[in-house]
């Protein structure tokens, strides 16, 4: 009850900053980010599309991953408009697709760019059960395998940027406090859902995912404190926030309930802030493996705090997420 009505009230944690605050209050005392290169995936609405418009305000460069090139071409003229002078590269990222992640890395290396932070924000929550074209569950394969694999690409230039900067590399994974909704045996049942073998819940999935964010956090973590990186990783929950994550489930109960809800709501500023906190503020320097609400440390799950559960999810994305042979075409004549 306590703690619903500090929410309610927007009173401050122990970072200064509580449910009420924006994103453009909690980068206010950050360093320049003229000399940060982010990439932010999810950035064409919502609060991807907020957090990118902040930390370009605050002079970071921005790469912008997305799968409609034209919604995310919109959102670059629209930063472009509020922050004169900023620099926004857009590139292809199909996060369902492990081939498109695979690209789109490529790619990125290829432009020889440094790379100081990476916002893992892209989000779907679908109705109907759908089978990514690697045969992974499609909300599991966007929320969390995309974003596994893209980390991993990507592990080795912000280390090196880190390195050759001073300045400490930093991965914000975006959860939510739904993952908590999920309990059980999470690789069985990924697996019971993708053949069918049970009914499809997409509430239930979609906890799973997000779940999972949080236990890769807790495991890459560890692997990065081994390998003695300059890059910390830690994950959000941004709060109750309705964004384009609900389009696929517009209607009376979805009105009537974000209606019902709407004390509870916040506006995408608000909902975008503890990514930006999480990713600039320099209170968070040095901090990792941590799950995070409203600006201000939390506590996930116990099943999220599993260390066990954390490596053995690794291990199984790993898996999941290798590069398979093709195989080979046959001769047309």
């Known amino acids: 009850m306590l703690e619903t009505v500090r929410y309610l009230m927007g009173s401050a944690g122990a970072s200064g900053f509580g449910s009420k605050s924006t994103a453009e209050e909690v980068t206010g005392t950050s360093p320049d980010l003229r000399s940060i290169t982010a990439i932010i995936t999810g950035a064409t609405s919502g609060i991807g599309a907020e957090t990118a418009r902040v930390?370009?305000?605050?002079?970071?460069?921005?790469?912008?991953?997305?799968r409609n090139l034209k919604a995310a071409e919109e959102i670059k003229a629209r930063i472009a408009a509020d922050s004169p002078g900023s620099h926004i590269i857009v590139l292809p990222l199909d996060l369902s697709s492990l081939s498109s992640v695979r690209s789109f890395a490529s790619r990125f290396l290829s432009l020889r760019l440094p790379l100081h932070l990476l916002i893992n924000n892209a989000g779907k929550f679908p109705h109907d059960l759908a089978i990514s074209e690697d045969g992974i569950e499609m909300t599991f394969a966007t929320n969390y395998l995309g974003h596994f694999l893209l980390t991993k690409l990507l592990l080795e230039k912000m280390a090196e940027t880190a390195r050759e900067t001073g300045i400490q590399g930093r991965i914000v994974n975006v959860s939510s406090s739904i993952h908590g909704w999920f309990s059980g045996d999470v690789i069985r049942y990924l697996d019971l859902v993708t053949r069918r073998k049970i009914p499809y819940d997409a509430t239930r999935v979609y906890a799973l995912s997000k779940l999972a964010n949080v236990l890769h956090t807790r495991e890459l973590a560890e692997r990065l404190k081994d390998m003695d990186a300059n890059v910390t990783v830690n994950c959000v929950h941004p709060g109750v926030v309705r964004t384009g994550l609900t389009r696929d489930r517009e209607g009376f109960v979805t009105d009537l309930t974000f209606f019902l809800a709407s004390k509870?709501?916040?506006?995408?500023?608000?909902?975008?802030?503890?990514?930006?906190?999480?990713?600039?503020?320099?209170?968070?320097?040095?901090?990792?493996?941590?799950?995070?609400?409203?600006?201000?440390?939390?506590?996930?799950?116990?099943?999220?705090?599993?260390?066990?559960?954390?490596?053995?999810?690794?291990?199984?994305?790993?898996?999941?997420?290798?590069?398979?042979?093709?195989?080979?075409?046959?001769?047309?004549?």
């Open 55 to 66: 930390l370009a305000k605050r002079g970071a460069r921005l790469v912008l991953p997305a």
């Open 264 to 333: 509870l709501l916040k506006k995408i500023p608000q909902a975008a802030a503890t990514t930006c906190y999480v990713a600039t503020h320099p209170s968070v320097a040095g901090v990792s493996g941590k799950y995070f609400v409203d600006c201000n440390e939390a506590s996930p799950s116990s099943l999220a705090a599993n260390r066990q559960e954390s490596a053995r999810l690794w291990r199984v994305s790993e898996a999941l997420a290798a590069e398979r042979p093709q195989p080979a075409g046959r001769d047309v004549t």
